[in-house]
């Protein structure tokens, strides 16, 4: 049952909530379904606020009569399972903090951005709200010990690249479905992953690319047989259309063009203007016009060939322009990340800290509640 509290007047401080999140197991990501799997360990570590009683002992501080953020996960698709528990501990300036850990399996949802597939970078996120309004929570990121994501454990390694690190971003948004009209703290986190496009690149890209090269082997078949010529470029494009029933299966109905699409799409159209050019070459032999339709076939030919060569080298240049850019972008963040990790494990070490006895809680849940503390 939840606690509901009174909503605090407008000159008491906000109660900071201090927000760090560990994905400790990424399963398959769902592309055509727009959602993933995860195991997820999400700390809280607040203070009690002016005007709420204190237990007399910290082993109370788990029951929920104790005063606490009312924190929910938003975007979590169906059932889940969760353990939350929590505990308190004293910090570094005498205060006493309070954490809240809770561990979640199961499947959230994701609206992928699929413009740049199968080059894509998506953003895995946590939405993370409390049922209090900003005017009595603010959440905040834990700087004290960084979130992270567990790459070792990742399922789809074979199709994704997981990267370390992770970002907060803190926003306000309105309940409609509730009665009150108050808005409400969230936290957006979010780790990434790349696709591994190595699977349509040879199965498609390839495939296509080669479909289309045999277009310029029509020019081959004398400009008399203008049947012939139609019959085989017919055939090529049908080809192309079987291609792309076979991309619309690996993605949801969405109503944008991905670069798998834009890929197709063109060389159907490439596929198209040859059969036009031959019906063109074909009236021209049907006028007596041979020798003229001879010498324009070859000037014709020419012209496809650098073109579609064109086009590939610009299609290149935009994909490493958009797409590998935000790759290395990710690489960046992950440098830096490693960078603060590695200072926080520098200054944890110089002092006595509870550090590691948290971190062993994320696997042990009643390590952290099971403690012989004295009396407050």
């Not at 939405?127 to 790459?151: D, F, H, R």
Request: charged share 25%; proline share 3%; aromatic share 12%.
């Amino acid at each position: 049952m939840t606690t509901v509290y009174k909503q605090k007047s407008l000159d008491v401080p906000k109660t900071q909530v201090f927000l760090r999140v560990v994905f400790l197991k990424i399963g398959e990501i769902n592309t055509l379904k727009e959602k993933y799997a995860a195991d997820v360990f999400l700390q809280a570590r607040w203070q009690l606020p002016p005007g709420h009683q204190k237990p007399t002992r910290l082993t109370d501080y788990n029951k929920d009569s104790v005063w606490n953020p009312q924190l929910i996960i938003e975007n979590v698709l169906g059932d889940s399972r969760e353990d939350i528990w929590r505990y308190a501990e004293p910090s570094a300036d005498g205060k006493l903090s309070i954490y809240e850990c809770r561990r979640v399996k199961g499947v959230f949802i994701e609206n992928l951005e699929l413009q740049h597939f199968p080059f894509d970078t998506q953003e895995l996120s946590l939405t993370i709200s409390s049922e209090l309004s900003e005017l009595e929570v603010e959440l905040l990121e834990e700087a004290e010990e960084l979130s992270s994501v567990n790459k070792q454990s990742f399922v789809d390694e074979q199709e994704w690249r997981l990267y370390e690190h992770v970002e907060m971003f803190p926003k306000i948004s309105t309940k409609e479905y509730t009665s009150s009209k108050d808005r409400h703290p969230v936290m957006l986190v979010m780790c990434h992953a790349a696709r591994r496009p190595g699977f349509f690149i040879w199965n498609i890209f390839l495939i296509m690319m080669l479909i289309t090269l045999l277009s310029f082997a029509t020019f081959a078949v004398e400009i008399f047989l203008t049947q012939n010529r139609l019959q085989l470029s017919f055939t090529l494009m049908l080809t192309g259309v079987a291609f792309k029933f076979v991309v619309n299966q690996s993605l949801p109905r969405i109503s944008y063009l991905t670069y798998l699409d834009k890929y197709i799409l063109s060389s159907m159209v490439y596929i198209c203007l040859v059969c036009i050019w031959h019906s063109v070459i074909g009236q021209l032999h049907a006028n007596n016009m041979d020798s003229m339709a001879k010498n324009l076939d070859w000037k014709a030919l020419v012209c496809f060939v650098s073109a579609y060569i064109l086009a590939h080298f610009v299609f290149t240049t935009w994909i490493y322009k958009n797409s590998w850019s935000r790759r290395k972008l990710m690489n960046r963040k992950d440098d830096l990340f490693k960078e603060k990790l590695e200072a926080i494990i520098r200054e944890t070490n110089k002092k006595d800290t509870a550090f590691k006895k948290r971190r062993q809680s994320i696997w042990k849940p009643a390590s952290s509640v099971k403690k012989s503390w004295d009396p407050v």
